[in-house]
């Protein structure tokens, strides 16, 4: 795998990760950082990101999110 090819397969693995997330009406904002972010990763990169909300969701929605299959 090219590194242009894993920086895509992270970017939509955390498009797909980070639906559950937004679906809540409290996030205004999510964003991919580092290396994945600057289209530098390699083999060895992890995907930073980071969610933003206006208030913090609670435990279940947050336990909500985490369900496989969302």
Known sequence: M??????????E???RNVKAYIANPKT???MVAGS???GL?????D???????DE?????ELQLA????R
């Open 47 to 53: 995907c930073d990101m980071s969610i933003y909300y």
């Open 41 to 45: 990763c390699d083999e060895y990169s």
């Open 2 to 11: 090219t590194d242009r090819n894993r920086n895509q397969y992270l970017l």
């Open 66 to 69: 985490r369900q496989p299959d």
């Open 56 to 60: 913090l969701p609670s435990e279940e």
């Open 36 to 38: 994945v972010a600057e």
């Open 13 to 15: 693995l955390a498009k």
């Open 28 to 30: 205004k904002a999510a």
